[in-house]
């Protein structure tokens, strides 16, 4: 957390703020975060103009026109702030735009990041070259193919970036859910025909939370300070004991180190 659909809300609000404006200022205000600034972080984007941004998996990007790409990684409870009234103890980065906005990165776990890479070498940057596809350019024939074989259960190879990129805890539960398919099923026992049904349930629920502004659960907002409410819309996640839709009951267990919501009686 936050997961993709936080990060492409956060885009979405910074595109507002950002594409077509010259940097003015850009300052770290620590050494690090997970780990260290660039050291010429300052000095390369100061004076550039943004010319794009967008997202890879949980990351996001942020174009300028003299080559190089901004890359931020949110951790577990980082968001940007737009013209924050005051600056606090967790804001670690700031950029200033020549329209007078100032944008902080704000990291009270230090659990983010943030890269500078030359535009025309992203995609060969390690983190991204070793991950799968995007989920929105998945097909089912896609995904079966790359479950192939595998004895692994299906949620913890839908967690895996080189299956399939950015997707997280909380959505692949929902979208194992509205497919009815068990957490625990091995990946590569799942046939085409449930493939087919988990991969337009895994767009649905990533559009939604989209549109939703994405899930706040404890210290996601949007870079506006709105508040992300798809967390209203759970159907298993974070809802052990209560009655699902079916009338059985959701469940909570371990699974690789992470807690995994499902219903038993309605997923298979």
């Not at 013209?83 to 670690?92: M, V």
């Not at 230090?110 to 998945?138: K, Q």
């Not at 159907?235 to 992470?258: I, L, M, N, P, W």
Request: with cysteine.
């Amino acid at each position: 957390m936050p997961e993709l659909p936080e990060v492409e809300t956060t885009v979405r609000g910074l595109e507002r703020i950002l594409l077509g404006r010259r940097l003015v200022r850009v300052e770290p205000r620590r050494g690090d975060m997970r780990r260290a600034f660039p050291e010429d972080l300052g000095q390369r984007l100061t004076g550039a103009v943004v010319t794009g941004l967008g997202r890879r998996a949980k990351y996001g990007l942020v174009d300028t026109d003299r080559g190089d790409t901004l890359v931020f990684h949110l951790g577990m409870s980082g968001r940007w702030r737009i013209d924050p009234a005051e600056l606090d103890t967790h804001d670690h980065l700031l950029i200033e735009t020549e329209d007078g906005h100032r944008l902080a990165l704000n990291d009270p776990r230090r659990f983010g990041s943030v890269d500078l890479l030359p535009t025309n070498a992203v995609a060969e940057w390690p983190a991204f070259a070793a991950m799968g596809p995007e989920p929105f350019d998945l097909t089912g024939e896609d995904l079966h193919a790359r479950l192939r074989g595998r004895q692994a259960a299906i949620k913890l190879l839908l967690l895996d970036q080189r299956i399939v990129a950015g997707l997280g805890n909380i959505y692949v539960c929902e979208a194992l859910h509205r497919a009815g398919i068990s957490p625990n099923r091995a990946g590569g026992r799942v046939s085409l025909e449930r493939i087919r049904r988990l991969v337009p349930a895994i767009h649905a629920v990533l559009e939604e939370a989209i549109e939703a502004g994405g899930s706040t659960l404890r210290d996601y907002a949007q870079p506006d300070g709105q508040l992300g409410y798809f967390s209203k819309s759970f159907a298993v996640y974070d809802r052990e004991g209560e009655s699902c839709r079916c009338g059985g009951t959701v469940k909570r267990f371990a699974q690789g180190g992470r807690s995994t919501w499902h219903c038993s009686r309605c997923q298979r």
